[in-house]
């Protein structure tokens, strides 16, 4: 098992900027890919960013390349989601998500709102 839990979310003006953290715990994550979904009402979740915990290696969407960051503190066990150039699409519940690359498990948190303002 492996427990997520989110923080940083909450109201910014469009152009600001907001740090998403995502604590995991309960298992060793150097077999997991780390990652960011969003899903608003109505929609399906949908992929935002991801990091390898070993690699380092990241992936965006196209919708967020340039504006996000994902990076990782493996000190800490966590995973941050830098929002940088935020615009009013970008509002969602954010969820953290670990998937064992080569058993497929995922385990997800709890989400955390972002809403951005015009």
């Known amino acids: 098992q492996v427990q997520l839990v989110e923080s940083g979310g909450g109201l910014v003006q469009a152009g600001g900027s907001l740090r998403l953290s995502c604590a995991a715990s309960g298992r060793t994550l150097s077999s997991y890919a780390m990652g960011w979904f969003r899903q608003t009402p109505g929609k399906e979740r949908e992929f935002v960013a991801s990091i390898s915990w070993n690699t380092g290696n990241t992936y965006y969407a196209d919708s967020v390349k340039g504006r996000f960051t994902v990076s990782r503190d493996n000190a800490k066990n966590t995973v941050y989601l830098q929002m940088n150039s935020l615009k009013p699409e970008d509002t969602a519940v954010y969820y953290c998500?670990?998937?064992?690359?080569?058993?497929?498990?995922?385990?997800w948190g709890q989400g955390t709102q972002v809403t951005v303002s015009s």
């Open positions: 998500n670990a998937r064992h690359k080569a058993l497929g498990n995922v385990y």
